[in-house]
């Protein structure tokens, strides 16, 4: 059960990468400068379930079950572990397109932003859906714990799941926008004063 769940979160993070470059790639402008990621709470809401999951899960995970805690689906170490790993994917993945991007500029190949980038949002979906993934069998967990009923349970696991395996077409989207190339020669000539140089590094937010 421990590698259907990692590799299902491993699989929606690399298809972001390379559902993005495949689907979209003559939409992204793959020189495009960016500079090093923000975060934003509103914006950046998928990072912020990542982290705070983690807390959230561990809480649950003490909180409903006796000492020592009955596990059916994963065992407790198992869970807090995959909680930490996922906390530290969502962290780190700015980290990575710093490195990534310096190291791809330093080998002074083109679209390092581009490609830093698509890296860091494959590691942030990935993240996410590893989080959930563990949320939909803590459910299950209070299912056959008796904790809860199975017509409670159901529901929220589906939502749970659902919600995971949306993440793919949420990260591929979000990729490709980040990505897409500006029209500048459309741009209104009243505001070609405010209009930004050409390569100044764009903020972006984490996903």
């Known amino acids: 059960m421990v590698s259907i769940v990692v590799m299902s979160s ?44 983690t807390a959230i899960s561990f809480s649950a995970i003490s909180a409903a079950f006796t000492t020592p805690p009955t596990f059916h689906v994963l065992s407790k170490q198992v869970y807090v572990s995959l909680g930490a790993i996922a906390a530290a994917m969502a962290i780190l993945a700015p980290v990575v397109f710093n490195v990534v991007c310096v190291l791809l500029r330093w080998l002074k190949c083109g679209g390092a932003a581009a490609v830093s980038f698509l890296i860091s949002a494959g590691i942030s979906i990935g993240a996410v859906s590893l989080q959930l993934a563990c949320g939909s069998c803590l459910l299950w967990e209070l299912r056959l714990s008796e904790i809860l009923p199975r017509w409670a349970v159901l529901p929220m696991t589906v939502a749970v799941v659902m919600l995971a395996f949306a993440m793919l077409p949420y990260g591929v989207l979000t990729a490709r926008d980040t990505l897409r190339k500006t029209d500048t020669a459309k741009r209104p000539i009243a505001f070609s004063v405010m209009a930004p140089v050409a390569d100044r590094p764009n903020a972006w937010h984490l996903l």
Do not use: E, H, Q, Y
């Open 10 to 53: 491993a699989v929606l993070g690399l298809l972001v990468p390379i559902l993005t470059s495949a689907c979209f790639r003559t939409d992204i402008d793959w020189m495009k400068p960016l500079s090093s990621p923000t975060w934003d709470f509103g914006r950046s809401w998928a990072t912020t379930f990542s982290t705070a999951g």
